[in-house]
């Protein structure tokens, strides 16, 4: 292939999605499922509640003896025993009878509602009830809150403390959900050092490798940073080599033509490449590669590039591995003022978002806080040489 020969984005995301890479799937223990995948729906295997349980401290009765209750006419009960909450009822009421019972204790056999104990008054072994009640009072029915084999999770559900606590409830210990992604991070360089080494002349901290590893962390993916490559053949080609362990490897940095950057004449020789240069702005030196059937990305060094490009090309990849959708996160805004865009080449630019306004981030890619304040970038087309102030755009997301 062509040194840097440029393809459309639309050609860079499909070579991308027909990459020959499937969602794997795995079973987990409900407590390490916290933030994972479901890869199944899931149907309650029993009811919740299991059985008509008293949702109030009082007393099971026959509603039907209570019916003739009044202040002037009071009914008098006879109380045949207690039930409390994790025991199995051993009494059966017949007319004339009653139970203590606690809030979320078994109803016994023949009762059909509780009464509150604060509206009742107790004598001995007698309760003596002032006011009819009616069927299903104080009580929740089996299946009530859930019944058996009702769909409470989609596949594709990411899973919180309220879905892991759903899943508890219906008494799961188990879920299959999609595999974790493996993505080896590289980042490349002579000028570029690890946060906490001495800054000496001439040298820059690493922001891609943790931007990188944090972003594929966030989407649900494992990430495994390997460190720095410098810019020669054997340190760049031992550090891809080390990648291929993994599902996914992504470098940053050493993608551009000049003559230090070896990031395509390695891929080429260990593998192919799909995509070098997409007719992009910024980030028009990526590499898009497949190597012993891993793909292999090499974005731009500079970090609103890298992160842009991640977030178009990477981080759909990603999600259609943790069996979600190939495409990037919307959203519709206004833009504050007006930009000045490049004809014949698609520009995507950085924004802050303030309510329904869109504020360009006009410092450039090389600008570190270019993508720390923004919050997402709209997409230019390559024919559009204006956008006007207060003109709806399409802004995507840097979430993930």
Request: charge should be negative.
């Amino acid at each position: 292939m062509a040194f840097l020969k440029v393809v459309p984005l639309e050609e860079a995301l499909n070579v991308i999605n027909s990459l020959p890479l499937e969602p794997k799937i795995e079973d987990v223990a409900l407590e390490d499922a916290l933030g994972r995948v479901l890869a199944e729906d899931i149907r309650s295997p029993a009811d919740v509640p299991p059985f008509d349980r008293a949702t109030v401290d009082g007393y099971a009765v026959r509603s039907q003896d209570t019916w003739n209750a009044s202040e002037s006419n009071p009914v008098v009960l006879k109380v045949i025993g207690e039930i409390h909450a994790g025991e199995e009822p051993q009494i059966e009421l017949k007319e004339g009878e009653a139970a203590y019972i606690s809030t979320g204790a078994v109803l016994p056999k023949g009762a059909d509602a509780v009464i509150e104990f604060e509206i009742v008054e107790r004598k001995g072994d007698e309760v003596i009830i002032s006011k009819p009640t009616y069927p299903q009072a104080g009580v929740m029915k089996a299946g009530a809150d859930i019944p058996k084999g009702k769909l409470i999770l989609k596949r594709g559900t990411k899973l919180g403390f309220k879905e892991t606590a759903l899943l508890s409830a219906v008494g799961i210990s188990k879920v299959k959900v999609f595999a974790k992604p493996k993505v080896a991070v590289i980042s490349t360089g002579n000028e570029v050092i690890l946060p906490g080494e001495e800054l000496r002349r001439g040298k820059i901290y690493d922001i891609n490798g943790r931007a990188i590893s944090d972003a594929v962390k966030e989407l649900g993916g494992e990430a495994y940073f390997l460190g720095i490559a410098r810019d020669n053949e054997e340190s760049l080609k031992e550090k891809i080599v080390e990648g291929l362990k993994y599902d996914i490897v992504i470098l940053s940095g050493g993608a551009s033509g000049g003559t230090r950057d070896l990031t395509a004449s390695i891929i080429e020789e260990l593998g192919e490449i799909k995509v070098h240069g997409i007719a992009i702005q910024p980030g028009k030196p990526t590499i898009i590669g497949v190597i012993q059937g891993k793909p292999i990305f090499g974005l731009p060094g500079y970090p609103t590039s890298c992160l842009t490009n991640f977030t178009l090309l990477v981080a759909p990849l990603i999600r259609k591995l943790l069996g979600g959708e190939f495409k990037a996160e919307r959203t519709k805004k206004r833009l504050a003022h007006k930009v000045f865009s490049v004809k014949g080449r698609r520009q995507f630019l950085p924004v802050k978002l303030e309510g329904e306004i869109a504020k360009p981030i006009l410092k450039g890619s090389g600008a570190v806080t270019s993508f720390i304040e923004a919050d997402g970038f709209v997409e230019i087309p390559e024919n559009v040489e204006i956008l006007e102030e207060g003109e709806e755009i399409d802004v995507i997301l840097f979430r993930f």
